[in-house]
């Protein structure tokens, strides 16, 4: 049992978590806490900047930034936990399996794996934006099929060594079956990277996902997106620079929250820290 003495003094763990809950909770009490309609136009106040009636300023068509940014936190975070989750699980009953019953079926599944590797995640990215088409499903199965390797690999390795232990091979003299020994025995004790590298995932995602909005490969408006708010920000830097500057800080925090609380569940669940190669997936300019 982990003493909440040892979290209060994992200083990465602890502001981490609170810069992911205040986004959450941003996120799910958008409707009550925005002060104005996320669609409303002012076109009078065009451009304006920060003051008491809009705190973060209007954008090009007089729609209220604060309004906007906590209801595109909702899309960003939806998009970021629905496909980190799915990979996650995907990428882990791979690993799993590969790493447990080796020979041709490990050869296969991490071979399928490399391949998908082989391509950068952005270029992959935009490649399945590009037949399927923009949307929040198309750009979710985008990072499900970029993100779900990671997963496989790290599940793999873990396994490589799990199932030469003494309790699983007792297990296995008992009679118990192969679903017993990977759900039962070897996965609990590989959760530990599992849950640490979906938690920087989440960073990862939302940066790929505000990516594809900044190319116009993303979510598309009028929903609200940090990446398009970012995108069309960028053409007035001169003259209304807070358009990008919001946005981008956004990004920036809501990334840095989750990277820290990935190092903090890191640090707490494995002191020594676990092996980690190079991770291919986690810089999405590849």
Do not use: C
């Not at 981490?16 to 205040?22: F, T």
């Not at 979510?219 to 940090?226: A, E, F, M, Y």
């Not at 809501?254 to 820290?260: E, I, K, R, Y």
């Amino acid at each position: 049992m982990i003493r909440l003495s040892v979290i209060r003094r994992n200083a990465s763990l602890v502001t981490g978590l609170a810069i992911s809950l205040a986004i959450l909770f941003a996120a799910i009490a958008a409707p009550l806490i925005a002060t104005h309609g996320v669609e409303q136009m002012d076109m009078r106040n065009r451009f304006a900047g920060p003051s008491l009636a809009h705190w973060l300023g209007t954008d090009n068509f007089g729609r209220d930034l604060w309004t906007r940014l906590i209801f595109g936190a909702r899309v960003s975070l939806s998009i970021a936990l629905i496909p980190v989750f799915v990979a996650a699980t995907f990428g882990t009953l791979v690993g799993l399996i590969a790493g447990y019953f080796g020979g041709w079926v490990d050869l296969i599944l991490m071979r399928v794996t490399d391949m998908f590797l082989g391509f950068p995640a952005l270029i992959l990215m935009l490649a399945i934006v590009a037949v399927l088409g923009p949307g929040i499903v198309n750009v979710s199965l985008a990072l499900i099929v970029v993100f779900w390797t990671e997963y496989a690999r790290v599940v793999r390795s873990s396994t490589l060594v799990l199932r030469e232990q003494a309790y699983v091979l007792a297990a296995r003299a008992l009679g118990a079956s192969h679903f017993r020994i990977l759900f039962k025995e070897i996965l609990p004790n590989a959760w530990g990277p599992v849950l640490v590298l979906a938690t920087l995932g989440l960073g990862t995602a939302i940066l790929a996902e505000s990516a594809l909005s900044f190319l116009g490969f993303g979510v598309q408006p009028p929903r609200p997106t940090w990446g398009w708010t970012l995108a069309y920000g960028t053409r007035y830097m001169r003259s209304e620079p807070w358009l990008a500057i919001i946005s981008g800080l956004a990004i920036m925090v809501t990334v840095l929250g989750f990277n820290l609380l990935g190092d903090g569940l890191r640090d707490l669940l494995d002191p020594k820290g676990f092996s980690r190669g190079p991770n291919p997936r986690h810089n999405v300019k590849n």
